[in-house]
Nanobody, 122 residues
Framework: QVQLVESGGGLVQPGGSLRLSCEAT????????IGWFRQAPGKKREGVSCITSYGVPFYADSVKGRFTMSKDNAKNSWYLQMNRLKPEDTAVYFC????????????????WGQGTQVTVSS
């Protein structure tokens, strides 16, 4: 059974940084495309980034140049380093295995975890 646990969220001032983590059990990252989504209050869930089994990342335009996704196959975990955070990055962030390398249209292949709240505010 696939289980994903997100962590690392918190309250940060604009311009600050956070590092999100996703720990997975029930499958191997060696062959999976994995991603991050976020959902802001009153908005639809949107794709943020994904990374191929070979470690090639893709990003939404809104976070390109500020966010970096990485993974550690040995730990079966992946990460989202978020720099130069903006108030519009405020959302609950979710990790998932995904069905596409197109961040705009990718969909999850597993059930959602509880997510981790990121709040960017002064």
């Amino acid at each position: 059974q696939v289980q994903l646990v997100e962590s690392g969220g918190g309250l940060v001032q604009p311009g600050g940084s956070l590092r999100l983590s996703c720990e997975a059990t029930g499958f191997s990252l060696d062959y999976a495309t994995i991603g991050w989504f976020r959902q802001a209050p009153g908005k639809k869930r949107e794709g943020v980034s994904c990374i191929t089994s070979y470690g090639v990342p893709f990003y939404a335009d809104s976070v390109k140049g500020r966010f970096t996704m990485s993974k550690d196959n040995a730990k079966n975990s992946w990460y989202l380093q978020m720099n130069r955070l903006k108030p519009e990055d405020t959302a609950v962030y979710f990790c998932a295995t995904v069905d596409s390398l197109d961040v705009a249209i990718m969909s999850p292949l597993n059930s959602w975890g509880q997510g981790t709240q990121v709040t960017v505010s002064s």
